[in-house]
């Protein structure tokens, strides 16, 4: 493969944020795992399908982001113009379509769940993400969502409660920090963040609480039945990552935002193993 093959595909999958993605399908699997699902296709295909609705998603915000970009991130593959507007929005639209395909393919249920997740992502990058938090929590929401999304396949759904729990105040206190990284850029096109309308103290103040309450609950499933793996992962790879992203970011969050927020990807990819491995 030529370099410029290799530059080109580097480009499109970080557009697309395949790390993310691999995360929205180990979510969507646990949720799958821990209502009783046993099936190991129906495990791939639901795994496929939401990481596919989740690229659609990630590609769409960035061609919406184009001019935040161009302020807060000019590297990136639209702005720069190493990948096209137009080629951007068809990738998108492929991948959400192959990703509802997939989802109807499992159940009607998850089809429509797929097709109102799609939907939902299109609304928060064209419109809600400018509305500041509550595009936080709508995004949460969602990633809480595939959670959910992998269960309905299962004979247990409700098992994925936990979890959606989980991933969603993790998700909410990152979104709201990723705000203080983005600060200047959605100040110069009317994104209301807490960061730009109350400052970056106040968004790390919501930020800490929406994460430290993820501490707080750490310990519920073992009351549940979740054992000493749980404990390991949630104790190890949850909340002490979470405690030391804040202690780290408070002593200048502007500048050390963009670092804590990709250290609390850990905490997210932590919280799923512990229930995986200790449901």
Known sequence: ?????VACVRDWLGLARVGNCLIISLAAYTGYLLGGGVDSTTALLLSTAVALVAAGGNILNDYYDREVDSV???WRPLPSGRISPRAALVAAASAFTL???????????CGLTAALASLMLHLYSWRVKRMGFPGNLLIA???ALSVAYGALAS????????????AFLIIS??????????LEGDRRIGVRTIAVVKGPGAALKVSSLLLLSVVAISPIPMLVGYGLLYAFFAFMGVDAPIVTVLLYVRRDPVSRAWSATRILKIPLFSGLLAFLLGG
């Open 1 to 5: 493969m030529l370099k410029g093959d």
């Open 141 to 143: 929401f969602l990633s």
């Open 173 to 182: 206190g990152r979104e709201v920090m990723k705000g203080i990284e983005d």
């Open 99 to 109: 990703g509802v395909l997939t989802s109807f393919y499992v159940s009607t249920l």
């Open 155 to 166: 004979p247990r759904p409700h098992r994925s409660l936990l979890p959606a729990i989980y």
């Open 72 to 74: 807060s991130k000019p």
